[in-house]
């Protein structure tokens, strides 16, 4: 990893928002089926919130400033998934008001492979705008 790009993952990491905290803080530690994630992680030119390299699972928390940026988020998972990764997208405001579901979506995508998008779109059901085609909670979309 480049020398900026190092940095720019250490800022990240001491600037995480409350849900990526949250997030974090269920995650670490091999806490969730004995899997070991980062955050803030590098993958080519991109830099993931969390990793579970070993099970090729990449977890994304959105704010509100991924409505703006919706084009770059859709062309970003696409390469992630070109290369082999399998993406989770979550609202912060599902990590924040509905933790235990967000982490049973993990551990679910954890457990199973080749699992399927639609398998994690419950978690919008009920919790405010649906993010949209590829905007969804989904692995492999």
Request: with cysteine; aromatic share 8%.
């Amino acid at each position: 990893m480049k020398r900026m790009n190092v940095d720019r993952a250490r800022r990240l990491r001491t600037g995480m928002t409350d849900a990526e905290q949250a997030l974090w803080y269920r995650l670490r530690n091999r806490q969730l089926n004995g899997c070991k994630f980062r955050r803030q992680h590098e993958i080519d030119r991109y830099m993931v919130d969390f990793i579970c390299t070993e099970r090729m699972l990449v977890v994304e928390l959105d704010g509100s400033q991924h409505l703006e940026q919706q084009d770059y988020d859709d062309v970003r998972t696409r390469y992630l998934q070109a290369n082999g990764y399998r993406v989770l997208r979550f609202w912060n405001n599902d990590v924040l008001t509905n933790i235990e579901s967000v982490l049973e979506a993990v551990t679910e995508a954890l457990a199973s492979p080749g699992t399927s998008p639609s398998h994690f779109l419950h978690l919008q059901k009920g919790m405010g705008e649906p993010k949209g085609n590829a905007r969804s909670i989904g692995v492999n979309e």
